[in-house]
């Protein structure tokens, strides 16, 4: 097999090289490897320092998490950092693309580090589940403040090169030859032996951490994972114990949490996010170009898509029905885009350049220059069919047209046109500048170059793309639909819109479903119900409680009550809401009977796996992994669950109490819902 590290020497520098595609992953015949020229070069006299750098386009970026979880494999990364800091010369880490996780680690262990401008740094372990596991706790805070090292480590986030630079994460940077920068470096550090390794040194600033205050950040946030809080503990460790103690520590700790069904959870998820859109990637077509993109509707949608455009360098052509309604547009992407400068997520001076290149009109014709134009109109199957029949009309035949639409069905659409290969869907999630979820939706004729456009336009807005088939909510919205309606089933059967939304947030939702109603407004899901009353199904089950607080006017949040009261800026249950509920049961004729958190989250994982099984049966999701994504980056799934799918694969790690899916709702007096909704 091809060595994965190798050395060549200079001058008496050695200039040792990792070369393991595509991400340089610290794998065990790395840690073999490398640790063998540590010794090696410990006993070559000639050499008077060493360079650690990678091939290809980035630096380690961390343990290859194929391993984690599985018993670890010597040599381990801790004794590689070991030998390279006890090393008889100084060694420079030289770091371009992403030192991360382990890929830092190693670096620290070395006498100095120098990056170039690009490089990111970071420990992201927590992302993972688990801590950094070689050091990275302990020599951290010994190289940065601590309050620093605290944030990088719970919070998992990279830092830039600059900022690597000002906190004394990176000693030196070098826009240039890096190569030559770092066998530099190494020749000065030679000249000047005796720096003590990071183990040595005291914690920087320690005196600083406010650690009750963080540990109480930490626990509102993490909905439950665990990681977050374990590598504050061992951050805390590092600062109160001996580095050696703390070491040990660190160690038991991380392979304690690698061990975990988080950990497990969380790799799914990462995993899942790089096999996502595969389909896509097998494509040969060629996008169209995505330039100049028109978007088609200036509402609250087509606002946030044209500020994602915009924010990745697409010019913008606005589509609205009169110069009121354009003039009005412009300014709510304005708005958006200096709400994105407040969260600190773009800065002032790239917000008024891309503002610049924005036009909203009411006439369609400048549309005509456009690669692809995406539709964001009312949600009204008549109103999307006369757009896309004026935009199949105007725009070049090569051009692409997508349609926004979060449940109309993109055929109907695309009969408007005379070539429906170039229409998809491509469905964005609100804020779309934010969400990075994009369902991509093929449709009965969508042939391959506007899927590869919509792959294209995804990779643009570095979202992860997801395909879906033709359905009534294509992925996401059909899973929540079917979760949403049987926990008002549930209210039929005796639960409480309050203790629903706890169980939800006590298994690590954000929000309740109900409190997401409550947010985005009942109205529109009431307007869809009454537009599909007439063909409803008599002989089903259907619950009013949902149409009584429409009807009484209690349209959310918006109105100051829905589902909860919030008269008073807070969200209170509503006695009025507890009485509606009640009539309704009564006219259902049920007893109603005391449910538990276990018992209403068993229901829900049921329903969302029941609709799952039924996409993957129907060819409308690719696979159950692809569900999974949907749900965690769309609808606020906890992470570290991994995804309904998952658990399902996961028994065990349903919630405690767990029974097979099979039997859950099978009690319902509203169980035919669940056979056909
Ligand atoms: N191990 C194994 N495979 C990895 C990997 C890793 N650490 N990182 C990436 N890959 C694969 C990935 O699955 C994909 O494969 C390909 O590389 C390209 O990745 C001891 C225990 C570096 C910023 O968490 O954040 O160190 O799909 O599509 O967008 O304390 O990859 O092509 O087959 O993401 O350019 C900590 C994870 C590990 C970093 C590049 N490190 N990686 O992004 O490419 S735990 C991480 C990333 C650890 C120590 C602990 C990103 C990237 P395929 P990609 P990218």
């Known amino acids: 097999m091809a060595s994965l590290v190798s050395c060549e020497y200079r001058d008496g520098i050695a200039i040792v090289t990792i070369d393991n595609p595509p991400v340089n992953a610290i794998s065990q015949a790395v840690r073999a490897e490398l640790l063998a020229f540590v010794h090696d070069l410990n006993r070559n006299t000639d050499i008077r320092a060493a360079v650690l750098r990678c091939a290809g386009r980035t630096f380690v970026a961390g343990a290859d998490i194929n391993e984690l979880g599985k018993p670890p494999l010597a040599p381990a990364l801790p004794e590689v950092a070991d030998a390279i800091e006890g090393a008889r010369v100084p060694w420079v880490a030289a770091i371009h693309g992403a030192a991360l996780g382990g890929g830092l680690e190693l670096s620290l262990a070395c006498t100095a580090r120098i990056a170039d401008g690009q490089a990111r740094l970071g420990l992201p372990e927590v992302t993972l589940g688990i801590i950094p596991g070689a ?212 800065s002032r001076e790239a917000a008024d350049q891309v503002r610049n290149r924005l036009a909203a009109s009411s006439d369609d014709m400048p549309l005509v220059s456009c690669g692809l134009v995406i539709e964001a109109v009312f949600e009204d199957i008549d109103v999307k069919r006369d757009v896309f029949s004026r935009l199949d009309a105007i725009m070049p035949p090569d051009a692409v047209l997508a349609t926004n639409t979060s449940y109309l069905d993109v055929n109907r659409l695309a009969e408007m046109t005379v070539d429906p290969t170039r229409v998809l869907g491509l469905h964005f999630f609100a804020p779309a500048h934010v969400m990075k979820l994009l369902e991509i939706v093929r449709g009965r004729h969508t042939g391959d170059r506007a899927l590869a456009t919509g792959a294209a336009l995804a990779k643009r807005l570095k979202k992860t793309a997801v395909v879906s088939g033709v359905c009534h909510g294509f992925i996401g919205n059909r899973i929540m639909a079917a979760y949403r309606r049987d926990c008002e089933f549930m209210l039929l059967e005796g639960a409480l819109p309050a203790q629903i939304d706890a169980a939800m947030r006590d298994f690590g939702f954000a929000m309740g479903v109900f409190e997401v109603q409550d947010l985005s407004g009942l109205d529109i899901a009431w307007a869809q119900r009454k537009s599909t009353a007439s063909t409803r199904d008599p002989s089903l089950p259907y619950c009013h409680i949902a149409d009584r607080l429409c009807e009484a006017g209690r349209l959310g949040r918006k109105t100051k009550k829905g589902w909860y009261d919030y008269g008073d800026g807070g969200q209170k249950v509503d006695p009025e809401v507890t009485r509606i509920i009640e009539e309704e049961r009564a006219r259902a004729g049920v007893n109603a009977l005391s449910m538990s958190s276990v018992q209403i989250m068993q229901r829900i994982l049921s329903v969302m796996q029941r609709e799952g099984h039924a996409l993957l049966v129907e060819g409308i999701a690719e696979s159950a992994s692809d569900i999974d994504l949907v749900m965690l980056t769309g609808y606020g799934f906890p992470r570290h669950r991994g995804g309904p799918m998952y658990l399902a694969a996961h028994e065990s790690q349903r919630t405690p109490g767990s029974v097979p899916a099979a039997a859950i709702g099978a009690a319902s007096p509203f169980k035919d819902w669940l056979i056909k909704p």
């Open 135 to 346: 050091g990275g706790t302990v020599r951290l805070p010994r190289l940065v403040p601590v309050p620093d090292a605290v944030e990088m480590v719970t919070g998992g986030k990279p830092v830039a090169a600059t900022a690597a630079l000002a906190l004394g994460l990176v000693d030196r940077l070098c826009d240039e030859d890096l190569l030559s920068a770092a066998i530099g470096f190494a020749d000065d550090l030679a000249a000047r032996p005796g720096l003590p390794p990071l183990i040595g040194r005291p914690c920087r600033n320690a005196t600083d951490m406010d650690w009750q205050g963080k540990a109480t950040a930490i626990k509102a946030k993490a909905r439950g994972a665990k990681a977050p809080m374990e590598a504050l503990e061992a951050l805390r460790d590092s600062a109160h114990l001996p580095a050696h103690e703390a070491l040990k520590r660190e160690r038991e700790r991380f392979l304690r949490l690698a061990a975990s069904d988080e950990a497990a959870a969380l790799r799914y998820a990462f995993f899942s996010e790089r096999s996502a859109g595969r389909s896509l990637a097998s494509i040969a077509s060629e996008p169209a170009d995505l330039a100049r993109v028109g978007v088609v509707g200036g509402g609250t949608m087509g606002a946030g898509i044209a500020t994602a455009l915009l924010l990745c360098g697409c010019e913008v052509q606005l589509l609205e029905r009169d110069a009121a309604a354009a003039e009005a547009a412009h300014r709510r992407v304005g708005e958006m885009l200096d709400a994105s400068v407040g969260r600190g997520s773009v």
